[in-house]
């Protein structure tokens, strides 16, 4: 039986506002366990200018800090490790709190930012592949009216890319940046601003 993801706690969902500390969690969910420095380096940054977050991810329990095999036990940071509580992470029950609407749709403005500037940097990547079936780089958007039993079929085939995705690879290639956001457009139109 398939252990069941690690459920975001609504007091855990705060710290995944900011977007260093919710690409911390993606590069230590993607990556394992990694120090400050392998951190900072994956994420473009000082060392420094992530101590806090890794602070604030501990402080929450999103993240540990372990010693790292074979480093002294000594005090300090270049001997530890961070790694996620899980490597999936989930805010379904979270999410069913209308307390928490404001905060998740913080945190999913982060994650599309993120997402855009992932997409940004493929554009110059030596490793960009456009199509067929080694694709690594491509962008998607549209505004449907699925009817039940297709939108039965889109969430089944969401169900299996996440599953698929979020498997353990036994043999992993590079790095890349995987995100969708569907949201129902049921609110009424907004009124014409005046010129």
Request: hydrophobic share 45%; charged share 20%; no cysteine.
């Amino acid at each position: 039986m398939a252990k069941a993801p690690y459920e975001v706690s609504s007091a855990q969902l705060a710290a995944l506002t900011a977007p260093a500390r919710h690409d911390i969690l993606d590069r230590l969910t993607a990556q394992g366990p990694m120090g400050a420095s392998e951190i900072a380096a994956a994420l473009g940054r000082q060392p420094t200018a992530i101590y806090h977050h890794l602070r604030q991810l501990e402080a929450v329990g999103l993240i540990e800090a372990v010693q790292r095999p074979g480093a002294p036990a000594e005090p300090g940071r270049p001997g530890l490790l961070y790694k996620a509580v899980d490597r999936v992470l989930v805010a379904t029950e979270a999410s069913r709190d209308p307390a928490n609407r404001k905060v998740l749709a913080r945190i999913a403005h982060a994650a599309a930012a993120q997402t855009a500037r992932d997409f940004e940097i493929g554009l110059s990547s030596g490793a960009r592949v456009m199509s067929g079936a080694a694709r690594n780089h491509t962008f998607f958007r549209a505004v449907v009216a699925p009817s039940p039993e297709r939108l039965a079929r889109i969430n089944a085939l969401l169900e299996e890319l996440e599953a698929l995705a979020l498997a353990p690879e036994p043999n992993p290639g590079p790095l890349m940046s995987l995100a969708w956001i569907a949201a129902p457009l049921d609110r009424a139109p907004r009124k014409p601003r005046k010129a």
